[in-house]
């Protein structure tokens, strides 16, 4: 799984190149077969050579990224420069901005670079067959230990849907809520999972996968389930959720 992980790291920007190789440099090659390691040290090869030959060039994704966080640095500026803020203020907005300082610098890599290594890594023998063993369960950990990435594994609505029952058989809302969040705009049915919140009574929960899936929400079929329940507290919770995100089936 740590190669699956490295990959995984790269391909979602979360580490650059060279932290790349040194992660797969590091990898415990005990825990794998003689053929197994012929491909990671292959994979290896290919890196260090993508490394030194293919250039780095900025694509918009970096622009974005550079773009978002100097509107996020503007906007702090400002409150570090309005001295009517108290000291507990000022030192707070000061560590964000040092902190975006730095994230701002770190060499991410993009264009050429980035697109020749995904590739080689994503069609590495050894990193597909550990794909291909995880079961729903374990992709569903694997996928919801973020949050959310650009660029989740490709699945079909039935393995979804299987990775779904398997949170369900485990209660595990939080896992549920993060695995629709990686998916949302990408054409899956969160159906099983709204319905699932509503049958536990979980207004947070719930109105929280509101707040993510709103554009691809059937929200007046939605509000009709919640009134369905009967259950006045649950109902009222709802509500005053959904006012607050400014999200109804009125608008």
Do not use: H
């Amino acid at each position: 799984m740590d190669l699956v992980n490295i990959v995984y790291r790269y391909v979602n920007r979360f580490i650059n190149s060279e932290e790349l190789l040194a992660l797969l440099k590091a990898i415990d090659e005990s825990s794998f077969s003689a053929e197994e390691i012929v491909e990671i040290d292959k994979l290896l090869d290919e890196v260090e050579n993508i490394i030194r030959t293919v250039p780095i060039e900025i694509d918009n994704e970096e622009r974005n990224r550079i773009a978002s966080i100097n509107r996020i640095l503007s906007t702090l500026e400002k409150v570090k420069n309005n001295k009517e803020n108290n000291q507990e203020v000022l030192d707070t907005v000061k560590r964000q901005y040092d902190n975006l300082i730095r994230e701002k610098k770190k060499v991410r890599d993009s264009g050429p670079r980035y697109i020749e290594l995904s590739k080689s890594l994503t069609t590495n023998k050894t990193y597909i067959s550990y794909c291909q063993k995880m079961n729903p369960k374990e992709l569903l950990e694997f996928i919801t230990q973020y949050i959310s990435v650009p660029m989740p594994p490709r699945i079909d609505q039935d393995l979804f849907d299987e990775m779904v029952e398997a949170g369900i058989k485990e209660d595990k809302r939080e896992a549920l809520w993060r695995l629709v969040f990686n998916y949302v705009g990408r054409n899956k049915d969160f159906t099983r999972v709204e319905d699932y919140f509503i049958e536990k009574r979980d207004s947070y929960y719930l109105t929280e996968l509101i707040s993510i899936e709103d554009k691809d929400l059937n929200m007046e079929k939605l509000e009709k389930k919640i009134k369905n329940t009967n259950d006045e507290k649950f109902i009222n919770d709802c509500f005053e959720r959904i006012e607050k995100l400014g999200i109804s089936s009125d608008k």
